[in-house]
């Protein structure tokens, strides 16, 4: 399959010399940008799942009138810190 190109980018110089600055051995600019845009296409993906899930989540709340308090949620998120702290103190 060919590749293809991205539109060029402008940025500050400060920016480049930034980026250049901080490549790992054997990393390309042009590396940089395309992993950059590859994590970033990666995070809106998951991100427009996660809107999903939430929406199909809501419509079923309302279908069944079974709701969770954010009492109950923030407990919930409270015990599952708490056991991953101590998991990860435990592997220390």
Known sequence: MKTATLPALRVHPKVRDAVESLLETGETLSSFVEQAVLERLERRRYQSEFIARGLVARDKARATNHY??????????GEMLEAAKSKKSSAK
């Open 68 to 77: 969770i308090s954010s009492d109950e949620v923030l407990a919930d998120l």
